[in-house]
């Protein structure tokens, strides 16, 4: 047994499952095939901009979305012609500015949302990962399957390929994912997926830009007219 393991073991709380051998090697081969552990674990934080086609109207809209892996900071932008959309989160602070164009706090059923898909972002969760952060643990289950766990619940899973690239992606308790295309966007050693989408076909998204550990001035999160 390794140190970094014997480590880890002695770490946990009581109660919390023991990851096995075979989970790290699957989780090795994870982190390997979207472009290494020291990479990912140096990660701040993300600027993803992506083209979105969705069924609903606007069918196809441009996002850009920050987010900050060391603390709960995010921004989202959506635009699209006659579409003009921005949310944002920074702590316990928050705003949306809404498709009528009213600006005032996100809903407390979006926030709820909003929290809780930044608590198992897919790339924070990978930064996390990489970065060994004693909070989470990984068990191999399934034939190709890598799951995550904080706190003794599932954070998320991963369906891996015969190299390790994932293929599917799922948040908390969603049992279906959402599909990746191929980890082959990069941009200073992080691999992304060139596509991402629903199972159904009802939401995609194709990278278009990716700035890693970008800049975070305090406007950027703030209410639009509060300086």
């Known amino acids: 047994m390794n140190l970094h393991r014997r480590l880890l073991l002695a770490s946990l709380p009581a109660g919390i499952a023991v990851p096995s051998a075979a ?15 020291a990479a990912w674990a140096a990660l701040t934080g993300t600027r993803n901009d992506s083209q979105q086609n969705r069924v609903d109207e606007p069918t196809v809209v441009r996002a850009v979305i920050h987010i900050d892996f060391t603390r709960p900071r995010v921004r989202i932008d959506t635009r699209a012609p006659g579409l003009r959309l921005a949310r944002a989160l920074d702590g316990e602070r928050h705003w949306r500015l809404a498709r009528d164009g009213t600006l005032g706090p996100i809903p407390e059923a979006v926030l709820r ?4 898909w930044y608590a198992a972002h897919v790339y924070r969760t990978l930064h996390r990962l990489a970065a060994r952060d004693p909070a989470l643990t990984v068990r191999d289950a399934a034939a190709r399957r890598l799951e995550v766990f904080e706190a003794g619940q599932r954070l998320a899973w991963f369906d891996l390929d015969s190299r390790g690239e994932p293929y599917v992606f799922a948040a908390h308790d969603d049992a279906q994912g959402a599909l990746f295309g191929p980890w082959a966007f990069e941009v200073q050693g992080i691999r992304h997926p060139v596509w991402v989408a629903q199972r159904d076909g009802s939401w995609r998204a194709w990278a278009r830009e990716l700035e890693i550990n970008p800049a975070w001035p305090p406007a950027l999160f703030s209410e639009p007219g509060s300086a």
């Open 23 to 37: 989970a790290e090697d699957r989780l090795e081969s994870l982190l390997a095939a979207v472009g290494g552990r």
């Open 113 to 116: 949302e909003d929290r809780r």
